[in-house]
């Protein structure tokens, strides 16, 4: 499996996320239809800065090796945040069947990257076995 390839789409992706919840909570409140607030702002701009942080650290560790032993950290990090979070989501867009489609599609990217490092956390960086 290229780790350097996932890393670095998962560096992006919560890069993407990352600034927009940083620089425009007010106007992703208002997409999503949610009433905007001082505190959920704060909120959203701070968990901006989680998720910018953490592209970061993905984006910074892309050229180690990474599965098995190597860099476990980085790896179950990575593979609790995008499980959790992909079931979180998954869990709403079945209750709410109507929900805005960038959730569905963000529910999608979630699920696919707990796969991606769920399997390399699972195996060690030398396996040349196939997905």
Known sequence: MNTKLIMTLSAVVLAAIGIGLTFFPAEILLHAGIVSSAPLLIMLQLLGALYFG????NWMAKGAIIGGIYNKPISVANAAHFLIGGLA?????????????????LGGIYLVFAVCFGIIFNRHPADKQTV
Do not use: D, R, T
């Open 54 to 57: 953490f592209a970061m650290l």
């Open 89 to 105: 989501l998954i869990k709403v867009l079945i209750n709410n069947p109507g929900s805005p489609y960038f959730l569905w599609i």
